[in-house]
């Protein structure tokens, strides 16, 4: 039997840093197929899942979301390392891959569930949500005012398996990017 002293001053440390170096973000723009397949492509994205969050039902459904009646938008969470890819890199790419401006709509899908949200996990994110959401609606590109919610990430609740790598399983791809 081996006896490990100390073994806590060792690992506390790695184990902060590593949060450090491997943060979550959690994005909704529409349908979450087409938001997971472009934020994959981007390097330092380590992990994506789709799901829901943002609603007061626990563990909704697919078809329960599509009804409105949760509260839930379609969201990607994203595993990302800080060393690849900053999470600035990460609000560029989601500014670009939807209307910031249509509020409950994306495309042809329509529903609360496909609001447009950044759903902040640190201080420090949501300071940098907000200040790109600033420069965003200051920058001239739309004509509308961006209405892009910017809320505390709450339980996410992983979509059904066939929800993810939707559009990479079926050959499918996203209409936007």
């Known amino acids: 039997m081996l006896i490990f002293i100390g073994t ?3 690992l506390g440390p790695i184990l902060k840093l590593m949060d450090q170096l491997i943060q979550k973000a959690s994005f909704a723009g529409g349908c979450f197929w087409g ?18 969050m943002g609603g007061h039902k626990d563990n909704p459904t697919y078809e329960e979301v599509c009804s409105g009646n949760t ?5 990607l969470e994203i595993t990302y390392d800080t060393n690849q890819i900053s999470y600035g890199d990460l609000l560029d790419r ?15 899908d329509a529903g609360s569930q ?3 949200v950044i759903f902040y996990y640190t201080p420090e994110q949501k ?18 005012p961006v209405v892009t919610e910017i809320v505390s990430a709450s339980t996410f609740w992983p ?6 790598k939707y559009n990479e399983k079926n050959g499918l791809t996203c209409h936007i990017g």
């Open 159 to 164: 979509a059904e398996d066939y929800h993810q």
């Open 35 to 52: 938001v997971q397949q472009l934020f994959d492509k981007m390097p330092g994205v380590m992990l994506s899942r789709v799901g829901y």
């Open 127 to 144: 300071l940098e949500a907000e200040k790109s959401k600033t420069n965003l609606g200051n920058s001239g590109k739309f004509s509308n």
């Open 8 to 10: 806590n001053k060792i």
């Open 114 to 116: 496909y609001r447009s």
């Open 71 to 75: 509260g839930h938008a379609e969201t």
């Open 94 to 108: 989601f500014w670009t891959i939807h209307d910031p401006t249509t509020k409950d709509r994306q495309g042809p």
